[in-house]
């Protein structure tokens, strides 16, 4: 693969590097860790493909890998991810209490961005290129799986479109 991190961020790079994992390994291309104190705690890639788990999305398995968490714990805690999370990971944030999301770009898709916003998490995006042109590269490269999994995150329940940015 010829794309390469381009992200500063050191959290955001390990990251971007579990969604490289999962697109070499035939999956969707999007990672995540959970950092706490300046250190990673969690991390994982979207492995629906590869899992055949419907659920398994990087934020998802990145909780999983990080095991039993006391609430203390989540509530100094920062999730990263490369692309906007849905609004079953953003559940997952919200129900553990994270209170930081870190994510790369929601250019393809701008999910839970704003729900999780109006409910106090503070959400960073940082418009990752690299971030960017990787979900670009395997929603040209696998257009069914990516229908799959995206299902209708950019529709509200009105059946109104959300724009994603351009």
Known sequence: MTIAPTAVDPFLRAAFEEAVTGYNNGGLPIGSVL?????????????????????????????????????????????YSTLSPCYMCGGAMLLFGVPRVIIGESRTVEAADNF???????????????CYELMQRFTRE????????????????????IPSRP
């Open 35 to 79: 950092v706490r104190n300046g250190e990673i705690i969690g991390r994982g890639h979207n492995r629906r493909v590869q899992d055949g788990n419907p659920i398994l999305h990087a934020e998802m398995s990145c909780f999983q890998n990080a095991g039993r968490l006391a609430p203390s714990v989540y509530r100094e805690c920062t999730i």
């Open 116 to 130: 999780l916003r109006s409910q106090g998490l503070e959400v960073t995006v940082l418009d990752d290129p690299a």
């Open 142 to 161: 696998q257009p069914a799986i990516w229908a799959e999994d995206v299902g209708d995150a950019g529709i509200s329940r009105h059946g109104v479109v």
